[in-house]
C-alpha cells in the first residue's frame, strides 16, 4: 500500500517562511512527476509547482520566484521551500506523486497540510 505522509503546515505571519515534505511509503518505484498542489477556500485546486526526475520543474505563475520545489529521491520525498509568504497563499497544500507499483503507473495524494498566512 502506498501512502504520502505531508508535514509542515501551520500559521505563519505575511513575509514569513514554511517548508513542505512529503514523503512517498509503500511499495511505489519511478515516481515522476512530483509535484504541490492547493485548495483555497472557495477556489479550485490549482498546482503550486511540480518536478521530473530530469529536473523540469513547472511553478504557478503566482509562487515564481518565493517558492522552491526539490525533491530527494533517495527518500522518495518532495520538498517545498515557501518564502515571502502572502496572504493569498493561505490554502490546504496537498501532494501528489505518479509512480509505478503493483497497480501500474498511478497517481497518488497526500492527505493535505493547511498553510495560513496571517497577522
Known amino acids: 500500500q502506498v501512502q504520502l505522509v505531508e508535514s509542515g503546515g501551520g500559521l505563519v505571519q505575511p513575509g514569513g517562511s514554511l517548508r513542505l515534505s512529503c514523503e512517498a511509503s509503500g511499495s511505489i518505484f519511478r515516481l515522476n512527476p512530483m509535484g504541490w498542489y492547493r485548495q483555497a477556500p472557495g477556489k479550485q485546486r490549482e498546482l503550486v509547482a511540480a518536478?521530473?526526475?530530469?529536473?523540469?520543474?513547472n511553478y504557478a505563475d503566482s509562487v515564481k520566484g518565493r517558492f522552491t520545489i526539490s525533491r530527494d529521491n533517495a527518500k522518495n520525498t518532495v520538498y517545498l521551500q515557501m518564502n515571502s509568504l502572502k496572504p493569498e497563499d493561505t490554502g490546504v497544500y496537498v501532494c501528489?506523486?505518479?509512480?509505478?507499483?503493483?497497480?501500474?503507473?498511478?497517481?497518488?495524494w497526500g492527505q493535505g497540510t493547511q498553510v495560513t498566512v496571517s497577522s
Open positions: 518536478i521530473r526526475s530530469g529536473g523540469n520543474i
Open positions: 501528489n506523486v505518479w509512480g509505478w507499483s503493483d497497480g501500474g503507473l498511478t497517481d497518488y
